[in-house]
């Protein structure tokens, strides 16, 4: 049985670690999504993408029948400290999301966030999407951080990843808690590293994660943004 693992959920036995300094430096596009306001909570984590553009579970931003679409996204998390942050304009969910059930709840648990405000250049580096046609690799990086207080980044670098019966979605031996969902799974590209997919839930009965790699909806998503980007030229150097 799998479980969603919001930011307020108790930790569980065998969290990630806290990542080192210099890996808490160096994945900094790797933020807290939490809903917006002075005394907003954590909800989970999410990953920019684009200077515009954060991917995280959909079921962190569900709000009774509809989407929490005032969420703030901070990069950089480290204490009372962070590098970058900014609002949301827009929240978008998978569109299977919503209307399926049963394992594919999991499977299209995805959700974008448009910022009010891109994080300008040099200030966070967005992670670029692993190479779209190749599976899941069998080892990588889980990255994410622990709710309902987030503190600094945490995550492991040598987990292993294997299929589970639905296409797409993976089991990890890494484990998984509260806040992690929405956290970034990694692999090491030619250019240091890339998102392969994305943190939605943990096994009851080990604790360990369960993550899905990114679909076609997500990568144009992903595309359009760039390209949104592209046009923007120098404006925001």
């Known amino acids: 049985m799998l479980l969603f693992i919001f930011g307020t959920s108790s930790a569980m036995s065998g969290s990630l670690p806290m990542l080192p300094a210099g890996d ?3 994945l900094s596009a790797v933020g807290v999504v939490r809903s917006a306001g002075q005394n907003g909570s954590t909800l989970c984590s999410g990953t920019l993408v684009a200077r515009d553009l954060v991917i995280t579970s959909a079921h962190c931003i569900k709000q009774n029948a509809g989407l929490l679409h005032n969420v703030e996204f ?6 009372a400290r962070f590098v970058a942050n900014s609002g949301s304009v827009e929240v978008l969910e998978h569109p299977v999301w919503r209307n399926t059930s049963g394992i594919g709840k999991y499977r299209y648990d995805v959700a974008i966030i448009h910022l009010s405000r891109p994080i300008a250049q040099g200030k966070v580096q967005p992670i670029r999407l692993f190479s779209s046609g ?4 069998e080892r990588g990086a889980l990255v994410g951080y622990r709710g309902p207080k987030a503190v600094a980044l945490h995550g492991r670098l040598d987990c292993t990843f294997s299929s589970l019966s639905n296409r797409g979605l993976f089991a990890s031996d890494c484990p998984a808690s509260g806040g992690n969902s929405g956290g970034a ?7 240091g590293w890339e998102l392969a997919g994305i943190i939605v839930a943990s096994r009851r009965l080990t604790a360990t994660a369960v993550v899905i790699e990114l679909d076609d909806w997500l990568r144009t998503q992903v595309s359009d943004a760039l390209l949104r980007e592209a046009k923007w030229g120098a404006d925001l150097k």
Do not use: F, Q
């Open 185 to 191: 799974v990694l692999t090491r590209g030619d250019n």
């Open 74 to 79: 901070i990069a950089g998390v480290n204490g």
């Open 134 to 137: 190749k599976e899941l690799p």
């Open 24 to 26: 808490r430096a160096s």
